[in-house]
């Protein structure tokens, strides 16, 4: 597709069951992030996939929380156990990627808004 | 770690105004600095990314200026309009090639 995109957009749960949030980055990008954005709270860096190497997941909160990249391409973030504080917008964003380390601009999809009752 | 603040949090102007949205950031070793704009409900546009080497960047009514010594980054937004009128996030990229985001600043252009 032309764009990042996201789904389900929106989904509620109940406490304690399992989600998936899946994203299909743009084609040809080699770089996928995902990001949660809480209410009134800036971004907060989730997890960074970069071609075959190993994923950062430096910014997972909890071992409920894993992603994966199947092919290079799509992503799956898989939230089990939800609680009540994992409510919130989980944006995913890919970007082509630069010379050496350098970040490329990133483009963003519209989020998956996940409550949890 | 790098922290990257955005003030002001809130903004309110009226049409046709010039203004200036500021973002700094604790480590000056980053790669590039990217600004952002996000409607309500909707996810992040990406308004100018400026490289590390570059000191600003323009595209249309914005201008972006970058000074890494200082660890500051400022929006310019000229002759202001109602459509403008959303949150503008600023994101500095490391080298680990991710970005950090500051919290943003909601702007509310009044007609």
């Known amino acids: 597709g032309a764009g990042v995109s996201q789904s389900p957009s929106n989904k509620v749960t109940e406490k304690g069951k399992d989600v998936e949030l899946r994203c299909d980055p743009i084609?040809?990008?080699?770089?996928l992030y995902w990001y949660r954005q809480s209410l009134g709270q800036g971004l907060e860096f989730l997890i960074y996939?970069?071609?075959?190497?190993?994923?950062?997941k430096s910014g997972l909160p909890s071992d409920r929380f894993s992603a994966e990249r199947t092919g290079g391409s799509v992503s799956t973030l898989t939230i089990q156990r939800t609680q009540q504080e994992d409510s919130a917008v989980y944006l995913c964003?890919?970007?082509?990627?630069?010379?050496?380390?350098?970040?490329?601009?990133?483009?963003f999809g519209e989020g998956s808004r996940l409550t949890v009752l | 770690k790098q922290e990257v603040t955005q003030i002001p949090a809130a903004l309110s102007v009226p049409e046709g105004e010039n203004l200036v949205l500021n973002c700094s950031f604790t480590?000056?070793?980053?790669?590039?600095l990217q600004w952002f704009r996000q409607d309500p409900g909707k996810g992040l546009t990406s308004l100018l990314l400026i490289q590390s080497s570059q000191r600003e960047q323009t595209s249309g009514r914005l201008n972006a200026s970058l000074d890494k010594s200082s660890g500051r980054s400022t929006l310019y937004i000229a002759a202001s309009q109602p459509g403008d009128s959303a949150t503008y996030l600023c994101?500095?990229?490391?080298?680990?090639?991710?970005?950090?985001f500051g919290k943003g600043t909601k702007l509310s252009v009044k007609p």
């Open positions: 084609s040809g990008h080699t770089a």
């Open positions: 964003a890919s970007s082509p990627r630069g010379l050496g380390s350098r970040t490329g601009e990133l483009f």
């Open positions: 996939f970069q071609g075959n190497s190993a994923p950062d």
């Open positions: 480590d000056s070793a980053i790669y590039n």
């Open positions: 994101a500095v990229g490391g080298s680990q090639g991710n970005l950090i």
